[in-house]
């Protein structure tokens, strides 16, 4: 059975939104650095395929077919991208297959298949969907050490009360925590 993995970029106050017309864009860039490129990599596996909303596979079909010759374009480019779309007929970054009208059925029987993990990235409105239909099996939250105030948030307002545990955590030379947790379920009282 394969898992499913959500990778998010966040602030301290839960804000996930960094590129685009952003009023704070690319608030990312000034923490990358070459070791916590690595790490993040090494968090993500060798072998995975990607999970992701209409929106993040059109920015990340825009980047990473031109990003160069290293191990993560290389596996990025590499991975099968199931997309959540109204438009299928537009998805030309490949290998790629489009997750169907009902997206609940799909990511059920592709999480019953043998296979690498799904890994989400981005995806808001896809994370927060796997969350509320108890899909997930691990969340890692790459935190960044700033406060933004406003902007899109991660979760939406729709997702009931969970439990996560902890299970690893790494820092980065800039600042950057990648934590990981294990997804338990609805949070008991």
Not at 6 to 34: C, Q, V
Not at 125 to 143: A, C, H, M
Not at 153 to 180: C, H, M, W
């Amino acid at each position: 059975m394969r898992k499913i993995r959500i990778f998010e970029h966040i602030s301290l106050d839960g804000i996930i939104e960094h590129d685009g017309d952003y009023a704070y864009g690319a608030w990312t860039t000034a923490y990358r650095s070459p070791a916590g490129a690595e790490m993040l990599f090494q968090a993500y596996g060798s072998d995975f395929d990607l999970l992701l909303g209409r929106q993040t596979y059109d920015i990340f079909s825009g980047f990473w077919p031109n990003a160069g010759d290293f191990p993560m374009a290389n596996t990025i480019n590499a991975a099968t991208k199931y997309v959540a779309t109204h438009r299928p007929d537009s998805l030309t970054w490949g290998p790629v297959k489009n997750l169907e009208e009902d997206i609940v059925a799909a990511i059920h029987a592709l999480k019953s298949m043998n296979g690498p993990d799904l890994i989400v990235v981005g995806s808001s409105t896809l994370t927060s969907l796997l969350l509320e239909q108890g899909l997930v099996d691990e969340v890692v939250l790459i935190t960044y050490p700033v406060l933004l105030g406003h902007g899109k948030r991660l979760l939406s307002d729709k997702v009931y009360a969970q439990e996560l545990v902890f299970l690893d955590s790494k820092a980065t030379p800039t600042g950057i925590f990648i934590n990981s947790y294990k997804y338990i379920g609805p949070l008991k009282r």
